[in-house]
């Protein structure tokens, strides 16, 4: 299976925090709670992460993020 490519290195470091939060399968409430944000900021965050990424949504984001995590395993300080 063939994994895409999904361009981590166009988000901020607050956007790949949440990116990878939520693919971890925490809910915008705890993914604000832990960094510090409010619920509407993170909502924010997640909208500009489905643009530069070309994501149609959080579920799809989740389910490409996990493939390309399982398969490439990047993480937050490995993508500056």
């Known amino acids: 299976m063939t994994v895409e490519h999904i361009p981590i290195e166009l988000l901020t ?3 790949r925090q949440v990116f990878y939060a939520a693919i971890d399968g925490a809910t915008t409430k705890e993914i604000a709670l832990s960094l510090g944000l409010s619920r509407r900021t993170v909502e924010g965050h997640l909208a500009r992460i489905y643009r530069r990424c070309g994501f149609l949504g959080f579920t799809d984001m989740v389910r490409r993020g996990t493939l390309h995590h399982d398969c ?4 937050e300080g490995d993508a500056t």
């Open 13 to 15: 470091r607050t956007q």
């Open 72 to 75: 490439c395993g990047i993480r």
